[in-house]
């Protein structure tokens, strides 16, 4: 145990110097640009902008600026929005839970389907389930998640609704159950396909290995044989890639959300985008960041305990 | 061939001997002969012919080269030769359908106009110019920086290793896409910005890889025979770690291409793209998906070239894994 506490804790440092890292970075990009953020339509005169340097701390030579920042950031104080003048934290803690909402779902519908078709493209290999779950991994990895969104939204929403007379997926919004499912869908679809077709690569491999053979002479059942001996080995190659497909599920839902008009970080960001409101694109990015790195730190942590094969040093190569 | 002699000799003299005596003396001993025992008797295949060979073998691959080649001519020749500019507007031509002929002038407008009146055929040419160029450019310094940074870590190992890795977790931690989009609101719109901040973070995965191998490389039989001939650095990594971390590299950089193209539209579509008139296929799309309920063409045409690219180098580094692998080596 003290060998995996020791792992835990060296990627919690690792974390922790990320986050930083990326703080540091924003706070630079914020000074790169161009303007101050008191340039507005008024002029204001000497005295007050004075003030009003003095007040932010804009006066202050920069590596004091650059502490007064990361503990801003750290208490969760990411600045006022420049468009509505609310506190980017409440916009954040608003909009934040649809954004998890919306890419937990995802993340379940991938993993389950992916796995799925990945075991049965395995076990029935050259018969027709393993061509239909490959065709569909092979659109899964090249038809962007937007575009299948919006195709989804096109056929199942609206042409739906102008053929059966009632809307049984709306075509946008965030309310009922049916609201979700086809955003959902549409951001695990690529996720999903990446998954099964690393299941079925891996299940391959197992299912030549010599214990599977055993089982067989043992006489086992093939379902024994596939869900207790083959899916449990065959499993680890995609929990490995389940910490980029976390971080890369949920920055989808930054597109997603705007094209099916759900009310996440996404439509904010993209909002703020039109709109030149720095605040709030810095905010949310930089929240949004952070939050990865927590997750791929989470996913690390799951992944060590997982298996106990792997070598707790880090050292994945 | 004096084995045979030497046999036919034998069974000659014994089946025809009641016939017409052969005498040995006939025969005559040439000895071996060195040069016939050791010539090549087929032309030496070398490992990268072996592996095109293969390659080439796959319908698969030759229809992605044919799929790339062409779009790669296209975009560098349609918009030269095409009687429309990208970026010309006619608002009294908007949103016409596909094979639409103008009324004026009696051109054809191949896949119809935009909202602005602009030929969609010449701007997704024109966009494939940038998400091609992006793509390219990209993986390329992301490929360069990856390998050299990745080769020098795993080379030197030890401390200089240690503390080059630490730093790749601290970088390759920090989210990809966040680095771009923060970059992509700071700096000026352009190819180049996008080029640059594509490319900041983008390395990293390249380095690991290139550093797992030159690390197993070196412990290789083959490296400590040529170190311990007195080979400098230099000889080593040119002539015996190069050649082979070529394959790998090869495989990653086709399919990291349609990551590179998948990222650019994505961006585009929270409106960090190339700014208008440009166009990109990512553009391209998002300016389709506003007007999609009405106009499902215009978004059907640049997510179909996406699509395509995006499969076609997806395949193609499958293939290419494949014809490289070593275990499949004949």
């Given at each position: 145990m003290p060998k995996q506490l020791q792992y835990i804790l060296k990627r919690l440092v690792y974390s922790v110097i990320t986050v930083l890292v990326l703080i540091t970075i924003t706070f630079f990009l914020m000074h790169l640009m161009p303007g101050d953020p008191f340039t507005g339509t008024k002029a204001i005169q000497p005295e007050v902008k004075a003030a009003l340097y003095a007040k932010y701390g804009l006066d202050k030579p920069l590596p004091e600026q650059f502490i007064r920042y990361v503990g801003n950031v750290l208490h969760g104080d990411f600045g006022v929005s420049l468009l509505d003048k609310r506190p980017v934290k409440d916009i954040i803690m608003e909009a934040f839970p649809v954004s998890a909402e919306l890419g937990i779902r995802s993340l379940i519908f991938a993993f389950i389907i992916g796995l799925l078709l990945g075991i049965v493209a395995a076990v029935k290999r050259g018969t027709g389930w393993d061509t239909f779950s490959m065709f569909l991994a092979l659109i899964g990895v090249s038809v962007p998640s937007f575009v299948l969104g919006a195709i989804l939204q096109y056929f199942l929403g609206l042409k739906l609704y102008q053929a059966?007379?009632?809307?049984?997926?709306?075509?946008?919004?965030?309310?009922t159950e049916n609201s979700k499912l086809l955003p959902a869908f549409a951001l695990a679809f690529g996720s999903m396909a990446v998954i099964s077709r690393l299941m079925r690569t891996s299940m391959l491999d197992v299912l030549n290995q010599d214990y599977i053979k055993t089982a067989k002479a043992k006489g086992l059942s093939q379902s024994g044989i596939v869900w207790k001996h083959a899916v449990r080995n065959a499993i680890m190659p995609v929990v490995t890639v389940m910490g980029p497909m976390v971080a890369s599920v949920l920055t989808g839902t930054f597109v997603i959300e705007n094209i099916f008009a759900i009310p996440g970080l996404g439509k904010y960001f993209v909002q703020s985008v039109q709109m030149n409101d720095y605040t709030t694109i810095v905010g949310t990015t930089l929240f949004f960041g952070a939050f990865l790195v927590f997750a791929n730190f989470v996913v690390d942590i799951i992944y060590g305990l997982l298996d106990p094969r792997i070598k707790l040093s880090g050292e994945k190569e | 061939m004096t084995n045979q002699q030497t046999t036919m000799q034998n069974s000659s003299t014994l089946s025809y001997s009641a016939e017409s005596h052969i005498d040995s003396s006939e025969f005559q001993w040439i000895g071996p002969d060195e040069k016939a025992m050791e010539a090549i008797a087929r032309p030496t295949i070398n490992f990268w012919k072996d592996a095109m060979g293969r390659l080439f073998k796959s319908k698969v691959a030759i229809l992605c080269f044919v799929i790339l080649a062409v779009l790669i001519v296209g975009a560098i020749f349609i918009p030269i030769f095409s009687?429309?500019?990208?970026?010309r507007q006619n608002v009294a031509f908007a949103n016409q359908p596909p094979m639409w002929v103008d009324n004026v002038t009696h051109q054809v407008h191949l896949f119809g106009t935009d909202d602005l009146g602009r030929d969609t055929w010449v701007r997704i040419w024109m966009g494939a110019r940038v998400s091609l160029t992006v793509a390219i450019a990209v993986t390329l310094i992301d490929c360069l920086v990856g390998t050299i940074y990745g080769g020098i870590s795993g080379y030197l190992g030890g401390g200089v290793d240690n503390v080059m890795m630490r730093i790749i977790e601290v970088v390759g931690g920090v989210p990809y896409l966040i680095v771009v989009m923060l970059l992509m609101v700071v700096l000026p719109r352009g190819l180049t910005t996008i080029i640059i901040a594509y490319s900041l973070t983008g390395w990293t995965g390249m380095a690991r890889l290139v550093r797992g191998q030159v690390l197993g490389l070196r412990s290789e039989e083959f490296i400590v025979a040529a170190e311990s001939m007195g080979s400098r650095p230099s000889r080593v990594i040119a002539k015996h770690l190069a050649p082979n971390l070529l394959g790998i590299i090869v495989v990653n950089v086709t399919l990291d291409i349609p990551n590179v193209i998948f990222t650019e539209a994505f961006l585009s579509m929270l409106?960090?793209?190339?700014?208008?008139?440009q166009a990109s296929w990512g553009t391209l799309c998002n300016d389709g998906i506003l007007v999609f309920q009405m106009y499902p063409m215009q978004l059907v045409y640049p997510a179909v070239f996406i699509s395509v690219t995006m499969l076609a180098f997806n395949l193609l580094g499958d293939q290419l894994r494949d014809a490289l692998d070593p275990k499949l080596r004949r």
């Open positions: 059966t007379g009632n809307a049984i997926f709306p075509v946008m919004g965030w309310s | 009687p429309f500019d990208f970026s409106g960090l793209g190339i700014a208008p008139p």
